[in-house]
């Protein structure tokens, strides 16, 4: 069994075909699904897949930074209701993104740490989205003062130093299509970083891995991200699938 910890399948991409590209998920061993949100627009769809599968569907709640503009208080608001009236299992997705746009800046780094001080309160991970912003990161998670926060740089590109400063924090790290990528050099840093911290994940529909690389990605392609990673640690895809799933579950309490 594997766990998609990351994966959008309420979004429009999926309109057309959701439940075959779930049910394709399934055949493929990928049985659990963790949804990390976008914002207030996208909630009720997160919600309705949550309805449609229950058992199989977990939900984050967050805003994510690319989603802070003018309206980041009324979105902040809207994320701290749901985590008063809902079950979640992280909070995410959270973070900061300066690659397409640096105007928020400040209000994504305040949006961050705010978020932040609800995981603490409602006792949950994070999930982090990070983008041209390690430095800015890990300046808000480096002055949260305890050992109770947790969660996962998802989607992680960085480099060694940068995965075990964020293990030091303790946070696991998300494993995306981008470790299939020929020059993306994240397969030798994955090979430092210790097997105990490492999550799987897709990014679905983003990120395809190598050799859907370009096109709409899905769960079902979990096992090409899998068989990768397996190959960087010389484990069998059946070890490495135990201890990535068991580490998921540790992580979101599923």
């Known amino acids: 069994m594997l766990i998609d910890t990351h994966t959008h399948l309420y979004v ?26 976008i914002d207030s627009e996208t909630t009720e769809a997160m919600y309705a897949l949550k309805r449609d599968y229950p058992n199989a569907m977990h939900l984050m709640m967050g805003l994510h930074p690319t989603h802070v503009g003018d309206t980041v208080a009324e979105e902040l608001a809207h994320v701290y209701a749901q985590l008063q009236q809902h079950q979640f299992v992280a909070v995410g997705e959270i973070g900061m993104d300066l690659y397409w746009d640096k105007t928020y800046k400040k209000a994504q ?58 293990i030091n924090l303790n946070m696991y790290i998300g494993i995306g299509g981008v470790v299939t990528f ?61 201890i990535t799933t068991q580490n998921a579950k540790k992580l979101f309490g599923i």
């Not at 429009?12 to 949100?37: C, H, K, N, T």
């Not at 603490?120 to 300046?139: G, M, T, W």
């Not at 709409?216 to 991200?225: A, G």
Request: aromatic fraction near 8%.
């Open 12 to 37: 429009s991409e999926f309109a057309a075909d959701r439940a075959d590209v779930i049910a394709r998920a399934m055949e493929a061993g990928v049985l659990q699904f963790v949804l990390p949100a």
């Open 109 to 166: 780094q305040e949006a961050f740490a705010q978020q932040i001080t609800w995981a603490l309160e409602f006792d949950l991970p994070i999930v982090i989205h990070c983008r041209d912003a390690f430095d800015e990161i890990f300046e808000v998670l480096e002055g949260v003062n305890t050992t109770k926060l947790r969660g996962v740089f998802h989607c992680f590109t960085g480099n060694a130093e940068q995965a075990q400063r964020a």
């Open 182 to 242: 020929k020059n993306a050099g994240l397969s030798e840093t994955l090979a430092q970083i210790p097997l105990a911290s490492v999550v799987l994940e897709t990014d679905a529909p983003y990120l395809a891995p190598t050799p859907h690389r370009g096109k709409r990605n899905e769960s079902s392609f979990l096992p090409l991200i899998l068989a990768k990673v397996a190959d960087v640690y010389g484990l069998s895809v059946e070890e490495m699938s135990k």
